[in-house]
């Protein structure tokens, strides 16, 4: 098949698109596996960067699993009910509701964190603890897992099929148990999904609220460019790719294979 | 298990009355219809009999002798079939059937012996390990029906069971329909608008319009004893042909017709299967239309009535579109109901 000119120009504008992306990343992972950065690539290849940024971060990594765990659970607990009853109970209040719980989205990440310290940063004994800084990713992520399970309850038939359920005998604990949690999966997963990565990569609001000794993934970073030699910073870099994608990926199938099930 | 409905009525919170007070008793084992055309209450009748529905005060509903009106929909022990059938997507057919008799904490032994009772019954066997998302509409009809049967309830409601089908299929599955019903011996009750199907299955038919039960009787006594016009007209098509004036002998724009009984005030009706083109026919139009149906000709007829009249003509050939021809109606076949001003 002959290439086209226009062929040629997509091609060519998609693999410049790629690189615009791919090769800063590239260079950043290379630079965390370099002896010397400033001599290049020639200085030879080392893991000892890997090594101590583990040995100076490694609690951040477990902080921002647990943490993004935590709030999974937080807005799993919190959000599927609110979704229930958003979408069982349309009408005005609803509306006003819903969009009540998306504010967190509109309202900079700084100033919804500089709120909560006004208002419980004088809690010694919360305001030093990891839930504080929970509290502020729950308040941010809960729209998401809201919204992604009201999506799938406002398309199915969510009255009749409970309507179904209590014919048959089922109260309303047994209604939401097997029916409306099961039909909701597709939608609480890809809800869980963005959870997880937006607590995991959130920063502003985790900066504004960290303590010297809670320092998450992203907050741990800006600490390291900020004071540590370029190649930790890019090591750390690397072990936040090494972390998120497969977590990223697993996540990604999970909820694909719920929408075939449902489907 | 007798139901008896006393004044049942339902009025909306925006005012709209859906149901005006109604009383209704249906025996052991009896299969009801509740026919009507949409908007007519019918479904809300169901709906409070099932409990899905909140009845206005005063409403009573018995279950033999128990007065179950103020019991939620849960603890009334009644299977519906629902128009769109509200299957469980996410569980097989088996699971759908047994789920009624697991919220009953039937143990486990007499769930699956019972579920495989109503899977026979039903006919589906080979599907019971299916994914209720793989089944075909008259395939999840029978589900439905299972479902709603397998607990053993003191009362089957059908909401329009046959009205998500396509035509062909729904004319096989009314009679295996009605055939389930009667295997199953259970009280029913089931609402539709399509006067075929209530004939077919239901022992009674309760013909229902505005909000108001207007006659409840045997299919047969319904299509011959129609009580008022509005009957008349939903089962079996009945045609006004004009208003008494006075004595036994209506006067139209095609004849005189004579009654079989004085007829004052009264308006006459007729189907168009009591229309015969006769030679000898007291009246007389001009054919207007002529549908070949296969079994017989629909002849639309012009001149007799102010309005179109239909006669059902069995024979081989039609006469052609403009001739005219002569009508003859047998006096028992015409229908002399009074006219409510309220449902002319």
């Known amino acids: 098949m002959r290439f086209s000119i226009i062929k040629v120009l997509q091609l060519a504008i998609t693999l410049l698109a790629c690189a615009f992306l791919l090769v800063p990343a590239i260079q950043s992972v290379l630079a965390g596996l370099t002896v010397n950065y400033f001599k290049g690539v020639s200085s030879g290849l080392t893991l000892k960067w890997l090594w101590k940024v583990w040995e100076l971060y490694a609690d951040s990594v477990f902080l921002s699993i647990w943490l993004a765990l935590s709030c999974l659970v937080c807005t799993i607990i919190i959000g599927v009910p609110a979704a229930y009853a958003l979408a069982k109970n349309p009408g005005w209040i609803s509306r006003i509701l819903e969009e009540f719980i998306s504010l967190p989205l509109a309202v900079p990440g700084l100033a919804l964190a500089l709120a909560l310290l006004q208002l419980y940063g004088t809690m010694q004994g919360f305001r030093t603890s990891w839930s504080f800084i929970l509290v502020g990713h729950v308040l941010y992520t809960l729209p998401f897992m809201v919204r992604s399970v009201l999506a799938v309850l406002a398309a199915i038939d969510l009255k009749t099929l409970e309507e179904g359920a209590a014919t048959l005998g089922a109260g309303s604990l047994r209604r939401f148990c097997d029916v409306v949690v099961p039909n909701a999966m597709p939608g609480i997963l890809a809800g869980a999904l963005t959870v997880v990565t937006l607590s995991i990569g959130e920063f502003n609001l985790t900066w504004m609220l960290h303590t010297p000794y809670l320092k998450t993934l992203p907050v741990g970073l800006a600490d390291s460019y900020a004071s540590m030699r370029l190649e930790i910073a890019s090591a750390y870099t690397l072990i936040f790719f090494v972390m998120i994608v497969p977590l990223l990926t697993a996540m990604q199938w999970a909820s694909n294979r719920a929408q075939r099930i449902s489907a | ?344």
Not at chain 2, 146 to 169: G, I, K, Q, T, V
Not at chain 2, 193 to 199: L, V
Not at chain 2, 317 to 330: N, Y
Request: aromatic share 4%; charged share 25%; glycine share 10%.
């Open chain 2, 1 to 344: 298990m007798t139901l008896s409905l006393k004044n049942a009525s339902k009025t909306y919170p925006d005012g709209t009355r859906a149901l005006l007070p109604s009383d209704l008793v249906i025996e052991t084992g009896e299969i009801v219809s509740l026919l009507g055309p949409s908007g007519c209450g019918k479904t809300t009748l169901l709906r409070i009999i099932a409990g899905l529905e909140k009845p206005d005060e005063g409403t009573e509903v018995w279950f033999g002798s128990d007065n179950v009106t103020r019991l939620p929909v849960e603890k009334r022990n009644v299977g519906m079939v629902f128009q769109s059938y509200a299957l469980f997507p996410n569980m097989s057919v088996r699971t759908n059937i047994a789920y009624g008799l697991k919220m009953q904490k039937r143990p486990r032994a007499e769930i699956d012996q019972r579920v495989e009772e109503v899977l026979t019954l039903c006919r589906l066997t080979p599907l019971a390990n299916r994914a209720v998302t793989a089944l075909s509409g008259g395939q999840r009809q029978r589900v439905a029906l299972a479902r709603a049967f397998a607990p053993r309830p003191r009362l089957l409601l059908l909401d329009e069971p046959l009205s998500a089908l396509d035509a062909a299929l729904r004319d096989s599955l009314r009679d295996e329909l009605s055939d389930l019903l009667r295997r199953f011996g259970i009280t029913a009750i089931f609402v539709t608008h399509d006067q075929n199907e209530a004939m077919a299955i239901a022992d009674r038919v309760a013909v229902m319009s505005d909000g108001r039960i207007e006659q409840i009787g045997s299919p047969e006594n319904l299509y011959r004893n129609a009580g008022s016009p509005f009957v008349a007209r939903f089962v079996g098509n009945a045609m006004r042909l004009g208003k008494v004036e006075q004595g036994r002998t209506l006067s139209l724009e095609g004849g005189q017709l004579s009654l079989p009984d004085d007829g004052t005030g009264r308006a006459v009706y007729v189907r168009a299967e009591d229309v015969c083109i006769a030679d000898d026919g007291q009246l007389s139009g001009r054919v207007e239309s002529v549908t070949f149906l296969g079994t017989h000709y629909r002849i639309g007829l012009s001149g007799v009535t102010g309005t179109l009249l239909f006669s059902l003509h069995p024979g081989a050939s039609a006469p052609k579109p403009g001739e005219r021809v002569k009508l003859r109606i047998a006096p028992e076949a015409l229908m002399l109901l009074t006219e409510d001003t309220a449902h002319p």
